[in-house]
């Protein structure tokens, strides 16, 4: 059996932790620790998960930009 030293064990510790929650739309990395509370976090949607800023916008402030569209056009 392999034995784990305190230098594997360190590092496997340390990915976790820099683990990049993923976005629940597109699926790439947010720029979100998966340690990170998500209270402080800017695009968690409750009983849905982290969306990267890119989707988070696209969803959010598309609404905003079609209003804003209708304006321009008169």
Sequence with gaps: MGNITETDHFEKLQEELEEKDKCTVCCDDSVYDKTMPID???????????????????????????????????
């Design 40 to 74: 402080l976090r800017l695009g968690y949607i409750e009983g849905s998960g982290q969306l990267c800023l890119e989707c988070y916008d696209k969803i959010y402030n598309k609404g905003a930009d079609d209003e804003q569209v209708r304006k321009a056009n008169g």
